[in-house]
């Protein structure tokens, strides 16, 4: 299965920037998530976005967080005012219809200074 | 809070083994299940999907679901040293669309 792409690999930022992490689907699949994974920690789930809405969300995903999908074929995850915590590797995922199965992108690793 | 356990390892075996990684999660009405294989640096890479009661196996590998223990074991025969990496166990909750939880993952070794 072909994945998603994302861009940037790799994201240098200082406290309190704003961020803004981008992933492109190969293929034309209607859901799509956020995930994130601290260095040496689990994989989080932060939001999954169906049909160009919000279907789900996390308690992670705090009003520092935002999603939207602006052109129809980019989908987008923003971080306002960027914390030392919020570095972690982001991954994108998309879904097929009909099937639970989540594929993941390479990931964009975020270092927040 | 619903969670899922793995124990971390690191687990190793000799190439041509079976590795046996294993997986309990607390939320009885979860109805679906994953594994996905980590490298290092890496995003998780999906291995095999598990619904119903039983195995499921897809070359070397095989998924086992006891839903009544709230179980879920991957194994991986013929073993090769391409095969480690830290595998993760996956579930999706009830109550919840399609959000995965995942365990902290299995490090997982095999010896040429």
């Known amino acids: 299965e072909p994945e998603v792409t994302q861009t940037p690999s790799h994201q240098v930022t200082q406290m309190g920037q704003e961020v803004i992490l981008r992933c492109v689907p190969i293929?034309?699949?209607?859901?799509f998530y956020w995930y994130r994974q601290i260095l040496g920690q689990k994989v989080e789930f932060l939001v999954s976005f169906y049909n160009n809405e919000i279907s789900e969300k996390s308690e992670i995903f705090d009003d520092q967080f935002s999603v939207e999908r602006p052109d129809g074929s980019n989908f987008t995850l923003k971080i306002r005012s960027t914390k030392l915590e919020d570095s972690a590797m982001y991954f994108c995922?998309?879904?097929?219809?009909?099937?639970?199965?989540?594929?993941f992108g390479p990931g964009t690793r975020l270092l927040v200074l | 809070q619903k969670e899922v356990e793995q124990n971390s390892g690191p687990l190793s075996v000799p190439e041509g083994a079976i590795a046996s990684l294993n997986c309990t999660y607390s939320?009885?009405?979860?109805?679906?299940f994953f594994w996905y294989r980590q490298y290092s640096g890496k995003s998780p890479e999906l291995i095999m999907s598990i619904y119903s009661n039983g195995d499921k196996e897809d070359g070397r590998f095989t998924a086992q679901l006891n839903k009544a223990s709230q179980y879920v074991s991957l194994l991986i025969r013929d073993s090769q040293p391409s095969d480690s990496a830290t595998y993760l166990c996956?579930?999706?909750?009830?109550?919840?669309?399609?959000?995965?939880?995942f365990g902290s993952g299995t490090q997982l070794t095999v010896l040429p």
């Open positions: 939320d009885r009405g979860s109805q679906s």
């Open positions: 996956a579930v999706n909750p009830s109550g919840s669309a399609r959000q995965l939880t």
């Open positions: 293929s034309n699949h209607l859901y």
């Open positions: 995922a998309r879904g097929p219809s009909g099937q639970e199965t989540q594929y």
